[in-house]
């Protein structure tokens, strides 16, 4: 039932959808929701991976070792990607703008090597898989602080129908 | 810098398949005490310098002459070598090219160094791009002599600014022993847009940022040009694939083509100084190593194993050494190591971290960037890694070139934040003359070719 509540607020936009605050929603919100006729994700649509499992990870800087958090979305991917065969995935490597600009292409395909490694390791057919890397070419965030350089330094799963 | 009195100076001609050259004597006597000017420390006092605008031989050349001679003394004076005496505190007048010149007069006004010329239009016009002749002569006021003989260059109408161009690299030469730099080019990426979603167009431009030329659309992000030696060639890495990939194009041609075309992500090409090889970076799952590749035979050689990123190859002037950039030691350094040995060797030990190195054509000095407590700056070593010296420091400077003497670089700088954008500097390697080079947009990742 939480997981479902945290769902329609991702839908209707009343709080975001990071995890850990589900516990924070109250059961109004269920059924306003419901009332209005808002329908939940399907788990089988892409867009459950992006706004419910979360299409991406974080690392530190000059890192690309997987974190606890990190580990756990992939987990969440790893599911989905075992449910829904009919997906093929890409996984696109970012750096932040602190380093120069080939050094950080080379950053970017050993972060989205070390996803496409744990989504392998972790039952995800390899031939399903894709890295590319951007480099410090497309940030997330535009500012030049920590809190976007840790949002910029990530790696997405971008899927696709195959 | 320093001005001496030296009792030999060379004279040089120029001789290329683009601007005819034909040498003509002068009456000029040759003294035993000619000016020299030795570029050591940095500009102390740049030398005072009379250019008044080249005589035009026919009404037709006047806007000719003007032009020429205002690029001429934008090149001088941009080097940091050179001032300007305005033109209103000048005595003497040169109306005839061929004409004795009155020493006195340019002495008066505290000119060491005079330059005079002439611009005739030998056929049609320059609406019709008519042949010029370009006469110059450079003289020594101090000692009364001329410095090297008169000139002459005949081009298209349309090649005017590099006629003007060689001019100022004849001047510099003749004043500093040393080549100059003015006729060349720079390959840059143009960038537009927001931040998050950068359109970049590889473009190329004269060294002074005359003649923008777009060479690709913007479709596909691009990186990091390289001219090749005889700058008829651009090697890039472009998304075109989906995917970073080496690319080269003609740049006449314009039909970029896949370097090595394989599903590993390909980046970082560099040219040989022959032009028979390129350095060039491969990822496989985690790892990139430098590979060389052979034009000719179209086989690539692995040149380094380690787990590590290694990236950011360069030559050495003269093509059996590489230096390249390696987290094998945890934090990015710079690594030189012979092509025969394949035993790379760390030559960076200043703290932070390092990357970008770029070989001095004159092979004494490695240029890069530094990260160190947060700034970036762009610094020199010797090969061996001593004498490091950082020239620069900002938010984020990155990937000097060599100027093709090996006395300036070029680097980009990149603004903070949102609205903020990169742009092209200049600067001595004294450090000093930080400049910022005009650009229709945002400018990253310069490289400059040789003289042409």
Redesign the interface.
């Given at each position: 039932m939480r997981v479902l509540v945290s769902l329609l607020a991702c839908v209707v936009g009343i709080a975001a959808c990071a995890p850990g605050e589900n516990a924070t929603m109250e059961a109004d919100a269920l059924a306003s929701g419901q009332e209005s006729g808002i329908q939940a994700i399907p788990f089988e649509s892409p867009e459950y991976l992006v706004q419910n499992i979360g299409d991406r990870i974080f690392f530190d800087v000059?890192s690309?070792a997987l974190s606890i958090e990190a580990e756990e979305t992939l987990s969440e991917q790893v599911n989905w990607l075992r449910a829904n065969s009919g997906y093929r995935v890409t996984i696109e490597g970012h750096a932040d703008?602190?380093?120069?600009?080939?050094?950080n292409?080379?950053?970017g395909?050993?972060r989205a090597?070390?996803v496409r490694?744990f989504l392998i390791q972790n039952g995800v057919s390899a031939t399903r898989l894709t890295t590319?890397?951007?480099?410090k070419?497309?940030?997330?965030?535009?500012?030049?602080f920590e809190q976007c350089w840790s949002q910029n330094r990530r790696a997405v799963t971008a899927t696709s129908q195959s | 810098m320093r001005v001496t009195r030296v009792p030999k100076f060379l004279i040089t001609f120029l001789f290329t398949s683009v601007v005819l050259t034909a040498g003509w004597s002068t009456a000029g006597r040759a003294q035993d005490d000619p000016l020299r000017l030795e570029i050591l420390e940095g500009v102390i006092a740049a030398l005072p310098m009379a250019a008044p605008t080249f005589v035009a031989e026919t009404p037709q050349s006047q806007a000719m002459a003007n032009n020429i001679t205002s690029v001429l003394i934008a090149d001088l004076v941009g080097s940091g070598l050179f001032r300007e005496i305005p033109r209103q505190a000048h005595i003497g007048r040169i109306t005839n090219f061929d004409a004795p010149v009155q020493f006195a007069e340019w002495r008066a006004i505290n000119a060491e160094v005079l330059i005079t010329g002439s611009v005739s239009l030998l056929s049609g016009s320059q609406e019709t791009n008519g042949e010029i002749v370009v006469k110059f002569r450079v003289y020594d006021i101090v000692a009364g002599i001329n410095l090297g003989k008169g000139m002459q260059y005949r081009a298209r109408s349309s090649d005017w600014r590099r006629v003007a161009h060689k001019i100022g690299d004849q001047v510099y030469n003749r004043v500093t022993g040393e080549d100059g730099y003015f006729d060349s080019r720079i390959v840059f990426v143009s960038e537009f847009g927001?931040?998050?979603?950068?359109t970049?167009r590889l473009t190329i431009m004269d060294y002074d940022g005359a003649n923008v030329q777009y060479l690709t659309s913007g479709r596909d992000?691009v990186?990091?040009p390289r001219f090749s030696p005889d700058s008829s060639e651009i090697i890039y890495?472009s998304f075109a694939t989906?995917?970073?990939a080496v690319v080269t194009m003609n740049i006449n041609e314009r039909k970029p083509r896949v370097l090595w075309s394989i599903p590993d992500?390909t980046?970082?090409p560099r040219f040989s100084p022959d032009g028979g090889r390129v350095l060039i970076?491969r990822?496989r799952?985690?790892n990139?190593d430098i590979y060389e590749i052979n034009l000719a035979t179209r086989r690539a050689t692995r040149l380094t194993t380690n787990p590590g990123?290694d990236?950011?190859p360069v030559y050495s002037p003269d093509g059996e050494r590489i230096a390249f950039?390696s987290?094998r030691g945890r934090?990015?350094q710079l690594y030189v190591m012979d092509l025969d040995e394949l035993k790379p060797r760390r030559i960076s030990f200043g703290g932070g971290s390092y990357?970008?190195p770029v070989w001095s054509p004159r092979g004494d000095y490695i240029a890069f960037?530094k990260?160190l407590d947060g700034a970036f700056h762009i610094g020199v070593m010797r090969v061996d890694g001593s004498g490091e010296r950082l020239l620069t420091r900002s938010?984020?400077d990155?990937?000097p070139t060599w100027s093709p003497n090996g006395r300036v670089l070029v680097f980009f700088r990149?603004e903070?934040?949102?609205a903020?954008g990169p742009a092209l500097y200049s600067v001595d390697l004294t450090g000093r003359n930080l400049k910022r080079l005009s650009t229709p947009g945002y400018a990253?990742?310069p490289n400059w070719s040789r003289l042409r």
């Open positions: 000059d690309s703008e602190r380093g120069t600009r080939e050094y292409l080379a950053l395909a050993r090597e070390a490694s590319v890397s951007y480099g070419e497309r940030p997330e965030l535009p500012c030049s | 927001k931040k998050t979603e950068r970049k992000i990186i990091a890495t989906g995917k970073p992500m980046f970082s970076s990822t799952g985690a990139t990123i990236t950011a950039e987290d934090s990015p990357g970008t960037t990260r938010f984020l990155e990937g990149e903070r934040g949102e903020g990253s990742d």
